[in-house]
């Protein structure tokens, strides 16, 4: 640090661009930010130590007699960086012939086929022939955990995996085994793979090599659309991306949040996500017809409610929500409850065992299994253990909570008993009316993280039959009461929520960005 307090910095030259970065930056990073992506393998900027094992981020430093791997290279005053000299393209082109003597030519049953960097590499330097006539090196695949496969053969031991459980997990149950062009990646004698991190080892391999199972033969990178989302497993709201494939969730990855979870999140939030949309779902809305519930359409039914609720008035009442509601979801409900009087809701939580990744400590898979247990309680809902007895009379609301443990009865005596949901629990056959709703992968929406950071998912899935969003069906409801218009889009709903939530005034849809803005009054707005 500088004696007036202020960073540290150096100025340098990388082609022909002066960059100011802080002092101790690699050349690696410093280029990025003039936009030049060095070629590297063995480098990630999640993965603390720098080995320069791979030699495909070789720069030129003029001054100097021989090339430098910039990623172990940092960057001082006045250094003049080439990164894509005669020389250095030379350098890096041989190590890509080095690599495919026998990396296998197996690309178009790879799963890593077009997002693959040796594939990428090879073909921009033209390295698609090999002037060796020797046969490949066979190696074979393994299983090196319970779901994930690892391909020998594809493996250029960029040690990635290695570090990262190293490193990041604080886990050394990975290994290089043997040397030399025997080398291969194995767990530790006597060792099992089994952390509840693992799966990011998958995320930072740069080739095919370490594949999850359930991802095997499945789908293609340019089969596959990719939406930016929360992890909605635990109140942590990891960032990622989800990537879809006809209409179903194919495959989960971390996306950078340096605030939230860094480059990585846990396994159980994967499979968590993946099986959100599985199962039978409420598709069409049911309102009572004598001892039974009959489908009509969207206008129908909400016409309906909208009668019911003016006869009853506001007989007080209760809501049972769920904490995986969506903020505007849980707001639009609120508007709908004071309108019958209802004066709070309850939410229940699942729990489950934690686990956390020792260097990353805002990154912990939490005990509460929901994503928006603070935005619940921001809202007003109360947290409870269990479901209480679903008799008495006046208005009963329930937001997508799968009623486990209610009785036969439960809502029976209730003057109005309506259920929104993304699926339809046998307690729910009292309801007068079941709105089917959407899931939050099928919406766009916010979640309120555990220390208060609202952020943004959006919708990777089209909704089945005619469900839809929650907060898009209630504010027809409300609509109909003479409360406010109709709501369509996502941008006019927060900026609903904003204008009457004092957590969320000072933010906007926009202003939320990719990365998430703090609540007001929230660890998060301290923080910040």
Known sequence: MADNGAQATTTLTIDGVEVTVPRGTRVIEAAERVGVVVPRYCYHPGIPTRPAQCRMCLVEVEGRPKLEPSCTLQATDDMVVHTASDTARTARQAVIEFLLVNHPLDCPICD???????????????????????????????????????FADRCVICTRCVRFMRDVAEDDA???????????????????????????????????????????????????????????????????????????????????????????????????????????????????????????????????????????????GRAIVSPDASNENLFFLGLLLARLGVEAAEFRVSRGDTAELPTVPTLKLRADRA???????????????????????????????GLDGADESFGAS?????????????????????????????????????EGRVQRFHQALTPPGSARPAWMILSRVMARLGDGDAVSDIRTAFERMASDVPAFEELTWDGIGLKGAPAAGTAAAADA
């Open 112 to 150: 890593a086929a077009g997002q693959c960097m040796l594939q990428d590499y090879a073909y921009v330097t033209n390295q698609l022939q090999s002037r060796v006539d020797e046969p490949k090196r066979v190696m074979g695949r393994d299983r090196i955990a319970d779901d994930i496969l690892y």
């Open 174 to 316: 990975l290994i290089v085994a043997q040397r030399g062009d025997k080398a291969y990646i194995d767990t530790f004698p006597g060792r099992e793979l089994d952390n509840p991190f693992q799966g990011n080892i998958v995320d930072v391999c740069p080739v095919g090599a370490l594949v999850h199972e359930d991802f095997v033969f499945k789908a293609r990178a340019w089969d596959m659309d990719a939406t930016a989302s929360v992890c909605p497993g635990c109140p942590t709201g990891c960032n990622v991306t989800i990537d879809t494939m006809e209409n179903q969730i194919v495959r989960v990855k971390p996306r950078h949040n340096a605030a939230v979870n860094s480059w990585w999140m846990c396994d159980y939030g994967r499979r968590h996500l993946v099986m959100t949309n599985r199962g039978v779902r409420a598709e069409v809305p049911l309102i009572r017809d004598g001892d039974g519930l009959r489908p009509v359409d969207w206008a129908t039914a909400l016409d309906w409610i909208a009668e019911r609720l003016g006869d009853i008035g506001s007989p007080g």
């Open 371 to 401: 994503a928006n247990v603070a935005g619940a309680g921001i809202f007003g809902a109360e947290r409870v253990e269990g479901i209480a007895s679903g008799e008495g009379a006046g208005a009963l609301v329930v937001l997508d909570d």
């Open 414 to 450: 209730a003057d109005l008993f309506l259920y929104l949901g993304t699926r339809l629990p046998s307690a729910a056959r009292n309801a007068d009316a079941v709105l089917p709703i959407a899931t939050f992968a099928e919406m766009d929406g916010t979640f309120t993280n555990f």
